[in-house]
């Protein structure tokens, strides 16, 4: 059985208590946990931004669905697809899609995600890096890229700070 990072709901808020909202485990998990989304991936890499550390802290307003596994930006390799667009042993990376809200995400040794949502992991960067990036390293890519079909960057001498 893999393990995850399961956040589940704690009773002792729910009753009036003013502790965190949700909390917080490692747990391993029946397979059935982890949905049935086409694609297997087991997971090599992941990162905690703001987003994961406020639902793993039980702050309220990012879980919106209990038990769940957190986690919004995974690397790793295809295990198992019923996805025609991807074969086992491909190695990939999903940002968000509502991991860790409302979806089960990438902190776990095995994970089930909608195929149409995967990338490729590009050859130019190692799972580590791609998973450094993560989500806040393709929103400052996407806004960088506005930037430039706008023509506010333009070349070295227009630098940009990210």
């Known amino acids: 059985m893999p393990r995850a990072i399961v956040i589940r709901s704690n009773p002792a808020h729910e009753h009036g208590d003013d502790r965190p909202?949700?909390?917080?485990?490692?747990?391993?998990?029946?397979?059935?946990f982890l949905g049935d989304d086409p694609v297997l991936?087991?997971?090599?890499h992941s990162s905690i931004n703001y987003k994961d550390a406020m639902a793993l802290t039980g702050?309220?307003?990012?879980?919106?669905?209990?038990p769940l596994i957190g986690g919004i930006d995974l690397v790793g390799t295809v295990r198992q697809s019923s996805?025609?667009?991807?074969?086992?042993g491909?190695?990939?990376?999903?940002?968000?899609?509502?991991m860790s809200e409302t979806r089960n995400g990438a902190f776990s040794e095995?994970?089930?995600?909608?195929?149409?949502?995967?990338?490729?992991?590009p050859s130019c960067l190692?799972?580590?890096r791609a998973a450094a990036l993560g989500t806040a390293g393709y929103t400052a890519a996407l806004c960088f890229l506005r930037l430039r079909r706008a023509g506010l960057v333009t070349g070295p001498e227009r630098p940009v700070l990210v």
Do not use: H, M, Q, Y
Not at 21 to 32: I, L, P
């Open 110 to 121: 095995l994970a089930r995600v909608p195929g149409d949502r995967l990338v490729a992991l």
């Open 90 to 98: 491909e190695a990939v990376l999903l940002n968000g899609i509502g």
């Open 126 to 128: 190692s799972p580590a």
């Open 41 to 44: 991936v087991e997971v090599s």
């Open 59 to 66: 702050l309220p307003g990012i879980v919106r669905r209990t």
């Open 21 to 32: 909202v949700n909390t917080a485990a490692v747990e391993e998990v029946d397979e059935s």
């Open 83 to 88: 996805d025609p667009l991807w074969r086992p």
